[in-house]
């Protein structure tokens, strides 16, 4: 378990670490609708509500101080508010503007992070204005970043803080993070060290953090840097996207919708994209069809509110590479994995003398994976023999095509479970949490 400690000034410590709460109403910018579902954080605290039908909430069990609070909802623009805690509040009204995703000379890129330590947030606005096919190409959008050409044709590798191993990539430094359960290649041979980001579609994805320093114990066996990314839950209208240049064809769907009051919601999401490394000669060519489920609900809301997310995902992507017809139709590649993931997560605010929250991350997935390299090389014969007597024998030419066929077929099984419990206390102006 981590302690930190975090100085909260102007507090006023009452006896007993007396606590409040807030009830108030997320709507609609400049009028009265209601915005369900949407999250209200009080983000030093890690203590949260989510808004119901009527877009009312409450976050009970605050200690006195002041505080951020963030209010957020897909496809609408997130708002953080300065909040001093001194009592108990009612009546407390809220607005979000719905996201514009037109733009006006204004330059969509990464923004500071939630981190303690360096980070940087890229929100779903910017990933579809970047009309990016992978996350490598989202790494554009950090400062410093080197801009090219979105391919899908060749591994995509993430390098952060510029650490890189002896074949040019960072191979153990930067770990992936979807929904909170870590994203590993550990066990498979026919890929390099280094996480193909190829396999993840980006359409889906509503927010990528992208932790830069020296990051957390609770992050693994990294050195330089984590990306944690977050895919879209909840209720969101119809989306359909087409991506298309010289190079790529893409197409994407998703939607999510009401399973029925207090049931919950789920949210489909499919994407379908197909890339040539040139398209004079197609020898190189790319597949990835990725489909995921989620289903999302907040249990006993009005108490100790349960947020419980279950996501059923997978994909299949397959590179095709031969030799261009002018230079050999004999030699090619070919590489096709497949994966079938399940993941819960969520978190639990219950609230109690010992413990203020519960997050959770239970995680599993199942991947086959198959590689074939065919290499005929051509070559001036040799002499040989196989005798093993000392003397004169008869010997033979060795055959002017040398034939190598490699091929790899593995099963990995990655299982991940985290549990965090989170607990504030106060004692004077100091906030402990642990």
Known sequence: MLLSLLIIPNVSFAQGQKKYSIEGTVTLFGTSEPIPYANVLIKELNQWSSTNAQGQFKIPGI???SYTMEVSSLGYQTVNIPVKITQDYTGFK?????????LNDIVVTAKAGTSLNSSSRIDNAAIQHLQATSLADVMQLLPGSLIKNPSLNESNVITIRSISNVSGYNSRGVGILVNGAKISNDATLSSSESYDFRNISTDNI???????????AEYGDLTSGAIIVKTKTGRTPYEVRVKTDPKTKAVSFSKGISVGKNAGNLNFD?????SFANMVSPVNVFDRTTLGVTYSNTFNQNKTPLNFNFRVSGYITGNSITSDPDVSSLDFSKTRNSN???ALFGNWMLNKSLITSLTYNISGNFSKNSYQNYVVTNQLPMVT??????????????GTLDKRDQRIDERPIYANAKITANLNKMSGDVLFKS
């Open 63 to 65: 200690l006195p101080g």
């Open 385 to 398: 023999t196989s005798t093993l007597e000392e003397g004169i024998s008869l010997g033979y030419y060795t």
């Open 340 to 342: 079938l993931a399940v």
């Open 94 to 102: 809220l607005q979000l503007k719905e996201e514009n995703l037109t």
């Open 270 to 274: 499919v994407d379908y994209a197909r």
């Open 206 to 216: 509503e927010s990528v953090e992208v932790l830069k320093g020296v990051v957390s």
